[in-house]
């Protein structure tokens, strides 16, 4: 088959887009991706080039009383036209979207098409396209379980967010040796997510002094704004850190640490169940209707992370937390089995496996 799968604006739907372009390819489908016109897509793109992919132009629902609704409208009618162009040519059969605003236009085009549609939602609670979105489609993917709530019963399926095949656990010796670091002491990592993390990265950086002398080391994803500041911060207070802005091959910096401090965005929790990593979550505050504490809840009920909000943080607290549970073997290995018990089987194929069977019966009806 043709597929489309709309997957643009942050990674949180980007990467489960493309976990999920993989398997179709591999399957021997075409695939091609819609993307936003942020920076983000198009680095993450440009490592692909076995995929097609096309921009459109998207921005977030605004409130309806104000005067951004305007744009909206006109950046979504220019979306929905484009995507009329692209199908017109392509021919989808199936038309998937990853949540977020550069979905809606793509599903509502595949609908006047007349071809099969889905949404997956990553999310312990939907968001607003994707709530908007559910009505129009044939069946609704869920990350987690205790998203189904929020949409009708007969047209849910749980197969987890997918992660990409790239993300393979390695030797964790060897994943330290790859970033310069020792192999023999506790490694945390400290990231932000696709959208950076100024708050965790303050945080942070006030809890070094504390943490001096401590036998660990540190992997800290500051974003670009933060590198050079979080950089000189570990040098000041002797703190053995790997630091970078970014770090693309993911599964080292997985592999290599014992404990993560990060958001808890739900690709980042995928992934970090896919490594059994523990991990110490800071909620987005911002995040639409505080879904990220939703996601984070979900991890603490299961013993496999602890969550510290943004609001309360401060250097001392995050560096007692970590000391907990960096200098407990016992605790760290049982967070590390519960965490792993969470980790997505086969999520990217169960999606692909409902997109084929709703696409066979499609053309067995027409």
Do not use: W
């Not at 951004?68 to 995507?83: D, G, H, K, W, Y």
């Amino acid at each position: 088959m043709n597929a489309i799968i709309a997957c643009g604006g942050t990674g949180g739907h980007l990467f489960p887009g493309l976990a999920v372009a993989e398997v179709l390819r591999k399957r021997g489908h075409e695939v091609m991706l819609f993307i936003s016109e942020k920076e983000i897509d198009s680095l993450a793109v440009s490592s692909r080039p076995e995929f097609k992919f096309e921009k459109l132009p998207t921005i977030g629902l605004p409130s309806p009383f104000s005067p951004a609704i305007v744009r909206f409208t006109q950046r979504f009618a220019e979306s929905l036209s484009a995507c009329r162009r692209i199908y017109r040519t392509f021919e989808p059969h199936a038309v998937l979207g990853m949540g977020g605003f550069t979905s809606t236009a793509p599903i509502l085009a595949g609908r006047m098409r007349g071809v099969p549609t889905f949404i997956h939602e990553s999310n312990a609670i939907p968001g607003k396209a994707n709530r908007l979105t559910a009505r129009v489609v044939r069946a609704v993917l869920l990350g987690f379980k205790e998203c189904a709530q929020y949409f009708p019963a007969k047209h849910t399926e749980v197969t987890g967010t997918p992660i990409r095949s790239d993300l393979q656990r390695m030797d964790r010796a060897a994943a330290r040796r790859k970033l310069g670091l020792r192999t023999d002491l506790r490694t945390l990592l400290v990231m932000g997510g696709s959208q950076g993390a100024a708050g965790i990265n303050q945080s942070m950086i006030k809890s070094l002094p504390a943490l001096q002398g401590e036998p660990f080391q540190v992997i800290h994803l500051s974003g670009a704004r933060d590198e050079r500041l979080a950089s000189d911060n570990y040098q000041r207070e002797k703190v053995p850190a790997y630091v970078a802005a970014f770090h693309h091959a993911m599964e080292e910096v997985y592999s290599a640490a014992d404990l993560a401090i990060a958001r808890s965005g739900a690709a980042s929790l995928s992934e970090l169940a896919a490594f059994a990593l523990p991990s110490i979550l800071i909620p987005f505050p911002y995040a639409a209707e505080d879904h990220q504490t939703r996601n984070a809840d979900i991890f603490v009920r299961a013993d496999a992370a602890v969550m510290l909000r943004e609001a309360d943080l401060s250097g001392d607290l995050l560096a007692r937390k970590i000391r907990e549970i960096i200098a407990d073997p016992h605790r760290l290995h049982r967070m590390s089995e519960n965490c792993g018990r969470l980790a997505p089987k086969n999520a990217a194929e169960l999606v692909v496996d409902t997109m084929e069977r709703y696409t066979e019966n499609h053309g067995a009806r027409s």
